[in-house]
């Protein structure tokens, strides 16, 4: 089985069983809050990350970013400056939303494209750099996807992602409330074979701080979404507020992958 079959596999196993699904009262478990995205606010400068410096490197002044699946803009806006124009890429609307009004907050040139990448790729002009934060475990083509990503830059591509898939962390949850026990994989090395068996000579590696681009969120918001990706509904919410004060999810440092385009 090749790489980029064991990563697909992997991530069809995350499939929610319909009798679930059927009880979620309507509410899509894959939906998320794009509140819980917002960027941290450029008053209080954190250290920057591994994914962050690893993009600093190929940034020149003045430079373009490409944020794909941009969220809040978190990955994007830690670079301006140097990078003098951002262009955020997700398929939520709420999300490029956030985006642009954190961009504006920053005094930052940005424009937002809405679709799915690489289907809008062609929308959107190459850049200096391409940053991709925590997208690549919802993409079954990977490859494919990678590809794209070298394609719309001129100099780096920076990935981050969990070490595993991040739903492992409310692993406990859906055995507490459902009895359900959830698969552990894919991982980020999963992912680099992937890219390496697609021809991307990309580096993988780990970092050592948990990222904190991102503002934090109230403990209820963040049960909120834990109840509806586990779907449990929103009567279901103090449940899991309670649960996971006894057992919080592990936050564990990301891993980044790179590579810079020839």
Not at 116 to 126: G, I, Q, T
Request: proline residues 8%; hydrophobic residues 40%; glycine residues 8%.
């Amino acid at each position: 089985m090749s790489a980029m079959q064991r990563w697909r596999a992997a991530l069809a196993a995350w499939a929610i069983p319909e009798e679930i699904l059927e009880r979620s009262k309507g509410q899509s478990p894959w939906e998320l809050n794009p509140q819980l995205f917002t960027a941290a606010r450029s008053d209080t400068p954190t250290p920057p990350g591994l994914a962050t410096r690893r993009a600093l490197e190929a940034l020149p002044d003045g430079g373009s970013v490409l944020d794909i699946g941009c969220g809040g803009g978190a990955a994007s806006l830690a670079l301006a400056p140097p990078a003098a124009r951002l262009v955020g890429i997700d398929e939520s609307s709420g999300m490029l939303d956030r985006f642009a009004t954190s961009a504006r907050e920053r005094g930052v040139t940005h424009s937002t494209v809405l679709g799915r990448w690489p289907d809008v790729s062609d929308a959107v002009e190459r850049a200096d750099v391409v940053v991709c934060h925590h997208v690549v475990y919802n993409v079954p083509d990977l490859g494919d996807f990678a590809l794209a990503l070298g394609h719309s830059a001129r100099r780096r591509v920076v990935i981050e992602l969990t070490p595993r898939h991040p739903q492992t962390r409310n692993g406990t949850v859906w055995r507490h409330f459902w009895g359900l026990d959830r698969p552990d994989g894919p991982t980020a090395n999963d992912a680099h074979a992937v890219l390496l068996e697609a021809g991307i000579d990309a580096t993988l590696e780990h970092d050592t701080q948990i990222n904190a681009q991102r503002a934090p969120q109230s403990p209820r918001a963040q049960a909120e979404q834990v109840a509806r990706m586990c779907c449990l509904g929103p009567e279901r919410v103090d449940e899991v507020a309670a649960f996971l004060v006894e057992h919080p999810p592990e936050r564990t440092p990301p891993d980044v992958i790179w590579w810079d385009v020839a």
